[in-house]
């Protein structure tokens, strides 16, 4: 005896929710959830030509009296070196320290040009922030559209193990204690089963993003010259005597966080290309992954405004101090 029209709607239904639910390989692309792949791409390019020339040894530029106390302190030699105006703070410490008149005009130049060299160093460090913020944004926006096309289709596949445990329940009513009522609860059965475990499957949708500038790439290779960041911001990186410790740079800190909160611990070298490189296919979790990655490394960045200002602040009080002395006039 065949099953009743209803039991083959039933059938059909329960196909067309398999059917929609459990493509669990499909990938999409940023450009499916209008977020296009170049959106934090720079419009003109970045391009970080070598305009001055840092010293990449700190202890070369803390030479004895290069420090000033009261004014200039050890870290402000070292981001006047980074800012490319180390040789202004130099001769107006040796102004300062021969005691000797000189014109107004001299010292008004080095302190200029100090300034613009600090300016340029700002401009730079909010590009890189920028960059790192547009980033962090997209692949948040990324990952929460991915979480919830996870989550509607895990709500699909939850209503399907619901409709088909239902229909097994009740085709007792329907058919007959005969063959193809064992065949059609088995069947069902195994297709609720088969549904209720494709719901433990969180994330299985995944997203393909591609990186022609990834700014985590230096961070964690940390070549000497970096070829993403400005070669004063990228002095600064890695130069023990920034971090508090003045132990560790702040890049070999910020790696090892990485690698233990981040990575667990285990790195191979599809992990590496994924995160590091020009990137792959990510899943949810991973997603997660490279968002913690790029909002520590925004933080890390964003400190150096901090060593900035507080280079700035000791230039100002420099100049104050040397003018109330009224010894510089103008010839």
């Not at 039991?7 to 329960?14: E, K, T, V």
């Not at 969180?202 to 790439?217: D, V, Y």
């Not at 971090?243 to 611990?265: G, T, Y």
Request: proline share 4%; hydrophobic share 40%.
């Amino acid at each position: 005896m065949s099953a009743p029209p209803r039991i083959h709607y039933a059938l059909c239904i329960l196909v067309i929710l398999l059917h929609t639910g459990c493509k669990s390989s499909n990938i999409i692309t940023p450009s499916s959830l209008n977020v296009n792949w170049d959106i934090c791409m720079p419009a003109g390019g970045m391009n970080y030509g070598e305009m001055y020339t840092v010293d990449l040894m700190p202890d070369s530029v803390l030479q004895s009296g290069m420090v000033m106390p009261g004014f200039f302190h050890e870290r402000d030699i070292l981001i006047a070196n980074a800012s490319g105006t180390l040789p202004y703070i130099k001769s107006l410490i040796q102004l300062a320290t021969a005691r000797a008149d000189s014109g107004k005009s001299s010292y008004l130049d080095y302190f200029s040009n100090t300034e613009k060299g600090l300016a340029s160093m700002r401009t730079q460090t909010e590009a890189i922030l920028s960059e790192l913020e547009c980033e962090l944004f997209r692949t948040r926006q990324l990952y929460i559209q991915l979480r919830n096309l996870n989550s509607k289709k895990n709500s699909r596949l939850t209503a399907g193990a619901i409709v088909i445990g239902s229909a097994t329940n009740i085709t007792p009513v329907f058919i007959t204690q005969k063959t193809p009522q064992n065949i059609f609860l088995v069947g069902s059965s195994l297709l609720s089963a088969g549904l209720s475990l494709s719901t433990l499957r969180t994330g299985s949708g995944k997203i393909k993003l591609i990186f022609p500038r990834n700014l985590l790439s230096d961070v964690w290779f940390a070549p000497v010259k970096s070829t993403d960041y400005p070669a004063g911001l990228w002095y600064i990186l890695n130069n023990p005597k920034f971090s508090n410790a003045r132990q560790l740079s702040k890049v070999q800190l910020i790696k090892m966080r990485w690698l233990k909160f981040e990575l667990n611990d285990s790195v191979n070298k599809e992990t590496e290309n994924l995160f590091f490189g020009t990137g792959g296919i990510f899943d949810q979790d991973e997603l997660e992954v490279r968002v913690s990655m790029l909002a520590e490394l925004m933080a890390e960045v964003n400190t150096i405004n901090v060593d900035l200002d507080n280079f700035e602040y000791d230039l100002n009080h420099f100049r104050d101090n040397e003018f109330n002395y009224s010894r510089h006039i103008v010839n």
